[in-house]
Structure formats: structure tokens, C-alpha cells
């Protein structure tokens, strides 16, 4: 435990759930869709429906899209910033069954035509879980270096990504997978201990059953 756990985060916004918690799920979604969305809608679930534009949970979600940290004080125009940067924001309230309180689920799409689909929640004192991604189960927390490998259902794909991460002498320190369907797409999840660089990402970008890596850095 650190002081982070303790005192909660220094953040914009009268609850670390509704807006350090969301402006973080916002930033984690900004990195996996690899830029800043030019179309975001957003639909709130539970408790960030019900009181989440009276504790600001819809511009710190868009302050995180828009890469702001939470303790920037940008996030009280967050909404305005975003339309001035060209970023269509459309939010609603949704009943997302079996789905914690403080959940959003977010679909972006990027300048270049990449869409995605992402689904996180807030846990408290500023600390998130993302759930979703793309219709498949992953749970990540961007409190650590995370690879996000999408690749084929194929018998050797796990063995071979995690070969490369020991070859480079890289710890996993957590690890999740899910899958559309059998011998279709599927997505691991693995949170790394130590520094990741463009040469991890590289050697498993090169594997012949890795369809796309995402590195996700703390956040």
C-alpha cells in the first residue's frame, strides 16, 4: 500500500470515484485507441448515471479523452474543449446488468476510421478496472505496463507471446484471456513488472498468429 491508497488522488471534482476514477478511464481508452477520438459516445451506468454530471463524471471521462490528468483544472471545460477540438460527444444513461455502479462504456472512433470499444469502471479513491474491450472480457487497471494482444485462436499463440516476454527477461505479473469464439479472435491481457519498450512491442508484433499490440503505460 502507498499513500496513493491512503489519501486518495489529488483531482479535479468532489469524488475521487466520479472524477479521478473517470477521467482515468477516459485516458486508458485514449491510449488503447492509440490517439485522441474525433467521435465518442458515451453511455453511464448506475450511479454515474444517476449523479455523475453533478459530480462532473461526463467531462472528466472527456478530460481523460482528451489526455488531461486528473488534477487538471481543464476538466471543468472539458466538454467545451472537446468540441472546440472537433471531438462529437454524445452521452447517455444506460442499465448495463450485473455491471458495477460507477461504469461507463465508451465507443470512439479515431480520424484514421479505428473504432473501439471500451468498458471500465471506477472502484474508489481514484482506482479503475477496464472489463471491456471490443465485445471481449479483459480486466486491466493501468497502474502497470500492460500489453493488450489481440492475435488468433490458434493452438501456440500464448506460449510463443510469453517466450518472447522471458527472452527479454520481462515478469507478467497478471494475465487474463477471452475469445469472440473458437478459432477466432482473441485477446490477452498482460500486465508486465519493469520498464516495456518499442523492442518488446516489436518482437511480439512480429509473431505469425499476432494480429495487434497495444502497450498501455501507467496512467
Known amino acids: 500500500m502507498n499513500v496513493f491508497d491512503i489519501v486518495g488522488p489529488v483531482m479535479i471534482g468532489p469524488s475521487s470515484s466520479h472524477t479521478a476514477g473517470a477521467a482515468r478511464i477516459g485516458a486508458v481508452a485514449r491510449a488503447l ?3 485522441q477520438p474525433v467521435e465518442a459516445r458515451i453511455e453511464l451506468h448506475g450511479s454515474f448515471a444517476r449523479t455523475g454530471r453533478g459530480h462532473g463524471t461526463d467531462k472528466a471521462l472527456v478530460g481523460g479523452l482528451l489526455g488531461f490528468a ?10 467545451a474543449l472537446a468540441a472546440r477540438q472537433g471531438m462529437a460527444v454524445r452521452i447517455t444513461a444506460v442499465d448495463l446488468p450485473d455491471a458495477h455502479p460507477n461504469t461507463a462504456r465508451l465507443y470512439l472512433r479515431a480520424a484514421g476510421g479505428r473504432t473501439l470499444e471500451v468498458q471500465g469502471c471506477s472502484v474508489g479513491g481514484g482506482s479503475i478496472r477496464i472489463t471491456g474491450m471490443d465485445g471481449m472480457e479483459v480486466l486491466l487497471t493501468g497502474e502497470s505496463p500492460t500489453l493488450i494482444v489481440v492475435h488468433r485462436d490458434e493452438p501456440g499463440a500464448i506460449a510463443a507471446v510469453t517466450e518472447a516476454l522471458a527472452g527479454r527477461r520481462l515478469n507478467i505479473s497478471g494475465f487474463r484471456l477471452d475469445r469472440q469464439k473458437r478459432g477466432g479472435n482473441a485477446v490477452m491481457v498482460l500486465e508486465l513488472d519493469g520498464a516495456v519498450g518499442p523492442e518488446v512491442t516489436g518482437a511480439v508484433r512480429a509473431l505469425p498468429q499476432v494480429l ?3 502497450l498501455l503505460q501507467p496512467v
Open 70 to 79: 486528473p488534477d487538471d483544472t481543464r476538466l471543468r471545460d472539458a466538454l
Open 212 to 214: 495487434h499490440v497495444t
Open 33 to 35: 485507441l492509440g490517439s
